[in-house]
């Protein structure tokens, strides 16, 4: 016994420096993590500050654009707002980024490209309070501002690429002193179990071993559990069947129930109709973890106040000891906001498209709209080998209208002209005022029987108009019309030209009998 008490010495001699050591790279590997951990939280930092400035600089130019759109002093006032955020953004970003030289003199670029871009939102803005609305309009779909958001997305993609790059070290760094301080305390409670049952000791070992596995076990459910309970996100815990097992108390923040009352729901129940399908656990298919492990999936969840919000969800699998799949863990955010700002982006977008189709005094088509319509029924005339016709028209004397009762005179002509247009033409007629006085017609399966048809029509609408109506002047056109035949192929711009070619002949002649609307000299 004597004997083996010096051996008993030095076993727990190396027991305790072992412990010792342990002790020591724990220490040093949490030190190393949590430096590791903290990086990767500046550089997430960094990105989200990115990206609600770049969030910022376009809620400003969605409200100027539907500002211009609209003139709501409303949206101006969102602008102003929308704005005024992107100082303090900015300013943040440069905090962030001080330490490192690349990404500040990348800021200071994007600094540039903000403050052109906020100059060039300004110059609509002056000029829509000059009442130059159109011009104001016109430089939304401008090269400039499209050059102007390019060069901004580009410098923040740039940004963005460079603190990725550094997120994914930093994770690296991150995980290799994860892997290093479990490495090293793996390593030493192997030697140390190994030892104590040289030393006998391999019960007491076994005790030490499982009280320090439910610390461990604690700790990491308290790391849990903060985790969840100062998230924004919503994290629940799911059986096989989609029951909730857990829910984070950020369910009363997004949705308005108490945990219990959330739990006590049962599945799918708070989903809106549309969207269960997708969710619904289906044993012809893999569960949700495998379905959606690439990209969340968006649905509606219903709002204790009776609205419904917009989640995005990730799904992961929970598994037992032995790798057996007992139910899932999923996490959600509110993405409500988002949502609504990409439909108003889309009807912006649509109200835009509209406005570059549409002449803005009478309501016709415009030029461009009227060529892309026209042209898609002429291709449908030549496949299909059916007639159609162009007819030209021009408001004769609109200059003495302007010159003698001024411009506003000269729009209410316009406007009549469009209403007798609309009057003795056909619904599935394509009209068009193509600038100045000059308005176009275009008709599928017209005949030239059909012409003086039309022009007694339009004759009957300008009598009406010029005996019914408080105009210090008296309205009458100029026709002319081409007409495209099946066997003779040819194009909507030369149908185009011989209308136009026809009105200026019915036109001239017109001056030259003294006003008298003839038709024009043969041959």
């Known amino acids: 016994m004597a004997s083996l008490l010096p051996a008993k010495r030095t076993l727990w001699g190396i027991i305790f420096g ?43 130019e969605d409200d100027e654009r539907g500002f211009l759109l609209t003139g709501d002093d409303l949206q101006l006032m969102a602008c102003r707002a929308s704005e005024a955020a992107v100082a303090p953004l900015f300013a943040a970003l440069l905090r962030l980024v001080h330490d490192n030289p690349t990404q500040l003199d990348r800021a200071h670029e994007l600094s540039n490209i903000i403050a052109e871009k906020q100059s060039f939102m300004a110059r609509k803005l002056a000029l829509f309070r000059h009442g130059e609305r159109d011009a104001a309009i016109a430089l939304v779909g401008a090269a400039r501002g499209v050059e102007l958001t390019t060069r901004l997305r580009s410098q923040s993609a740039a940004m963005d690429r460079e603190e990725e790059r550094l997120l994914d070290l930093r994770k690296g760094d991150a995980s290799r002193a994860q892997g290093q301080a479990i490495g090293a305390i793996g390593l030493g409670s192997a030697l140390m179990i190994a030892l104590s049952f040289v030393s006998l000791l391999s019960v007491h070992r076994d005790a030490e071993a499982l009280k320090r596995t439910a ?28 029951n909730v097992l857990y829910v984070s108390p950020s369910v009363e923040r997004m949705l308005g129930y108490a945990t219990e009352e959330f739990r006590a729901f049962p599945p799918l129940q708070l989903v809106h ?12 298919l893999p569960p949700l973890s495998q379905r959606f ?12 106040d009776g609205s419904y919000r917009w989640l995005e969800i990730s799904f992961a699998a929970r598994r037992d000891a032995n790798g057996v799949m007992i139910g899932e863990q999923s996490s959600a955010r509110d993405v409500t906001d988002r949502r609504l700002a990409e439909q108003r982006l889309t009807t912006q977008a649509e109200q835009l498209r509209t406005l570059s189709l549409h002449d803005e005094l009478t309501g016709l088509y415009n030029r461009r709209g009227w060529l892309e319509l026209a042209g898609q029924q002429m291709r449908l005339a030549i496949r299909e080998k059916r007639g159609a016709a162009v007819v030209f028209a021009d408001l004769n004397g609109m200059k003495q209208i302007n010159d003698l009762h001024g411009h506003e005179a000269g729009d209410r002509a316009l406007r009549d002209t469009e209403r007798i247009l609309r009057t003795a033409c056909r619904e599935v007629d ?44 008296r309205l009458s056109l100029s026709l002319g019309a081409a007409f495209f035949r099946p066997e003779f192929p040819e194009t909507i711009d030369a149908l185009l030209d011989r209308a136009d070619s026809e009105m200026y002949q019915r036109k001239r002649a017109r001056r030259e009998n003294g006003g008298l609307s003839l038709p024009p000299p043969a041959g």
Not at 221 to 242: A, I, K, P
Not at 299 to 304: E, G, Q, S, T, V
Not at 438 to 451: Q, S
């Open 18 to 60: 072992l412990v010792t050591v342990m002790g020591w790279l724990s220490y040093v590997s949490a030190q190393r993590y949590a430096r590791a951990e903290r990086r990767v939280e500046h550089t997430l930092d960094v990105r989200a500050t990115l990206g609600r400035l770049l969030g910022a600089i376009q809620e400003t």
């Open 430 to 473: 394509i009209i068009a005022r193509f600038g100045g006085d000059e308005f176009v017609v275009f008709g599928l399966d017209f005949k030239e029987t059909g012409l003086e048809a039309l022009r007694a029509r339009i004759q009957g609408a300008i009598a009406e108009q010029n005996s019914s109506a408080t105009r210090p002047f």
């Open 293 to 304: 492990k690439d990209l969340p999936v968006e649905y509606r969840a219903l709002h204790k």
């Open 273 to 284: 109709p549309d969207d269960r399908a997708a969710l619904a656990p289906n044993p012809a």
């Open 215 to 242: 610390d461990d076990l604690a700790t990491s459910e308290e790391y849990f559990r903060l985790l969840t309970e100062n998230s924004n996100d919503l994290v629940r815990t799911h059986d096989l069947d989609g």
